[in-house]
């Protein structure tokens, strides 16, 4: 293959990787159905080989119940763009919630869920939990209590706004 | 059967059987939070023991659910402290708290190993543990400070001390007894281990009832 020939299958290569990017876009988190999978950073990497579309996939918990519906939402949306997915599923310590996209957080934000605390603050103890400045997403008070350490799925916990006298779900920082 | 599989099928039938008990207070906790709780803390166990039955099958060329469920009673390697069964409340909060400090020293060995997939296994896991030692620490702090629970748990800590000894192996147990007793401000008693490789008999009912549907639709069941 000539030089010439060479940059023009890397620059086909590149387009696709970028719709695949996009189309992994649109999809969304099944349980938390106004963030996209992107968003969340879940996506770990889109590499396109011969005519394969492999897409590493790190899961946010490892119980989350959505990762195989999730996977099965990506195969489709790769099949749909002509293309073979090989979905790989990467289980490491690479994915925090640091990894959601400030335009994720917001989303989060205006659909009610506290975004999770950034992990600078170190590993998470009880103390921060129960003192920290957590702000209400509905009233934007950080005068909240923690209810609960868990709630409703693995990526949540439940505070109270004293504020507003409001429940609210506060994503946990992993 | 490899060092390797030996402990991956030790860490992940300890995750396992431990969220099947866990998940045996959804419903019928003390109150609705604890519900919550233990509901939560049992889909993560099993969350991990998937993780690592997928890690394990890869070596032995089968499946997860057949590693999960298809063994005999005789061939779990889980340790016997997570078997017991219908603990009341001081007796749960104890083991819930023994194992997840147990667990802690464990995971903390294994993010060291130079066996990068286990390492990256181990390290994605105590993200999530973080939040189940907050939960069995602060249930453990709220039952020290009351005068009728405090003898309660008291007790419940030294029956089940020889079973959370019996989690960790020999080079990792002097932690435990170290971060036990500093949390506890006294001695624990020498007590001899009781050891992964014997079960209690309370494994075979819980095996009898988990893998009821397996058994019942072999080539899988469709709901």
């Known amino acids: 293959m000539s030089a010439a020939d060479n940059a023009c299958v890397e620059s086909t290569q590149a387009g696709l990787a970028g719709e695949v990017w996009r189309a992994l876009a649109e999809i969304l988190d099944p349980e938390i159905p106004v963030i996209s999978i992107v968003d969340l950073g879940v996506v770990k990497d889109v590499r396109i080989e011969d005519e394969t579309v492999y897409v590493e996939f790190t899961p946010t918990f490892m119980g989350c119940p959505a990762l195989e519906s999730m996977k099965a939402q990506m195969e489709d949306a790769i099949r749909a763009l002509g293309a ?20 994720g957080r917001e989303k989060l934000r205006a659909a ?52 507003c006298r409001q429940p609210f779900e506060q994503f946990k920082t992993i | 059967m490899s060092d390797r599989l030996d402990l991956v099928l030790a860490l992940a039938d300890d995750e396992l059987i431990l969220g099947w ?115 069995a620490e602060m249930w453990i702090d709220r039952l020290l400070a009351s005068d009728d629970a405090r003898p309660r748990l008291d007790e419940a800590l030294e029956e089940l001390w020889p079973y959370a000894l019996g989690v960790l192996d020999d080079n990792l147990r002097p932690e435990l007894v170290r ?13 001899e281990p009781v050891s992964r490789g014997q079960h209690e008999a309370e494994l075979a009912e819980l095996l009898e009832e988990m893998t009821m549907v397996r058994r019942s639709a072999p080539a899988g069941a469709r709901w």
């Not at chain 1, 129960?130 to 934007?140: A, L, N, S, Y």
């Not at chain 1, 209810?147 to 916990?157: A, H, M």
């Open chain 2, 21 to 135: 008990r866990n998940s045996e207070w959804t419903g019928i906790a003390p109150f609705l939070e604890e519900d919550v709780a233990f509901s939560s803390i049992a889909q993560n166990e099993i969350g991990h023991a998937r993780a690592l039955y997928e890690l394990a099958a890869r070596e032995v060329g089968t499946d997860a659910d057949a590693l999960a469920f298809d063994r005999a009673p005789e061939e779990y390697r889980s340790a016997p402290l997570v078997e017991l069964r219908r603990l009341e409340w001081a007796r749960t909060i104890a083991r819930h708290w023994l194992y997840e400090t147990a667990d802690a020293i464990r995971l903390e060995a294994l993010k060291e190993s130079d066996d990068s997939e286990l390492a990256g296994i181990a390290a994605k896991i105590d993200r999530e543990e973080v939040y189940h030692r907050i939960h």
């Open chain 1, 84 to 103: 073979e997915p090989e979905v790989v599923v990467v289980l490491d310590d690479s994915w925090s919630t640091d990894r959601i996209s400030p335009a």
């Open chain 2, 179 to 191: 971060r036990v007793e500093e949390k506890l401000g006294r001695a624990m008693p020498d007590a």
């Open chain 1, 112 to 163: 009610g869920f506290a975004p999770p605390a950034p992990r600078s603050a170190g590993t998470p103890t009880l103390i921060q939990l129960e003192c920290g400045p957590f702000r209400c997403p509905w009233c934007g008070s950080t005068d909240t209590r923690l209810d609960n350490v868990f709630g409703p799925t693995p990526c949540r916990s439940l505070r109270y706004c004293n504020a």
